[in-house]
């Protein structure tokens, strides 16, 4: 199962102003670069989190359906299905009416009965599940903690920029961002 990123979120979490107001920037000079450190920061606590902080499309590839037609995509939350299509062995797609799929928020899961479930003519990569998935559409959605754990990269970020120290690593999370989004880490094996 893989899955890629079909349409980003609409807007960052956090603003440049609301960044700059804790970074206690006075000026409009570092804009452009307080800007990149939100959607860095962003990036990394949803890599991190394995979840989309605010509203974005993912699709998610399958080989076949797994037994009992229960998916758990890596990512979350799980907010809607918005196209499921399978793929005949001449590589044409047939969409699945995706009312047929309850979508378990709670577990984090995909759930459809196996016997309603086309099988795919083609052994890799015949089924496409489109999801939208993120806490909302406006930063005020995101949990708070997360968005501390932004705020906290993009001081770190911009008070280390261009900095090397011997001997340290300033690359480095600090370990109070670790510990806010520790509650909301999904760990795989």
């Known amino acids: 199962m893989s899955a890629y990123l079909l349409i980003p979120p609409a807007a960052e979490p956090l603003s440049v102003a609301d960044a700059k107001n804790f970074l206690r920037v006075e000026h409009g000079d570092d804009d452009a670069i307080i800007a990149s450190l939100i959607a860095a920061a962003r990036n990394h606590v949803e890599a991190l989190t394995r979840s989309g902080l605010i509203t974005q499309t993912w699709r998610l590839v399958l080989d076949r359906w797994p037994e009992g037609g229960r998916i758990r995509p890596r990512i979350g939350?799980?907010?809607?299905?918005?196209?499921?299509?399978?793929?005949?062995?001449?590589?044409?797609?047939?969409?699945?009416?995706?009312?047929?799929?309850?979508?378990?928020?709670?577990?984090?899961?995909?759930?459809?009965?196996?016997?309603?479930?086309?099988?795919?003519?083609?052994?890799?990569?015949?089924?496409?599940?489109?999801?939208?998935?993120?806490?909302?559409?406006?930063?005020?959605?995101?949990?708070?903690?997360?968005?501390?754990?932004?705020?906290?990269?993009?001081?770190?970020?911009?008070?280390?920029?261009?900095?090397?120290?011997?001997?340290?690593?300033?690359?480095?999370?600090?370990?109070?961002?670790?510990a806010m989004i520790s509650s909301y880490r999904v760990l795989s094996l």
Not at 88 to 110: L, P, R, Y
Not at 136 to 163: F, K, M
């Open 77 to 178: 939350p799980l907010r809607a299905l918005t196209a499921a299509r399978v793929f005949n062995a001449a590589g044409a797609a047939s969409a699945i009416d995706t009312e047929i799929f309850v979508i378990d928020k709670a577990a984090g899961a995909i759930a459809a009965p196996a016997w309603s479930l086309p099988v795919p003519g083609r052994s890799v990569a015949g089924i496409e599940l489109d999801l939208q998935v993120g806490f909302g559409a406006a930063g005020s959605d995101v949990p708070p903690v997360l968005l501390q754990a932004i705020r906290t990269l993009v001081a770190h970020w911009y008070e280390n920029r261009g900095l090397i120290a011997i001997g340290q690593s300033v690359a480095m999370m600090p370990a109070s961002v670790n």
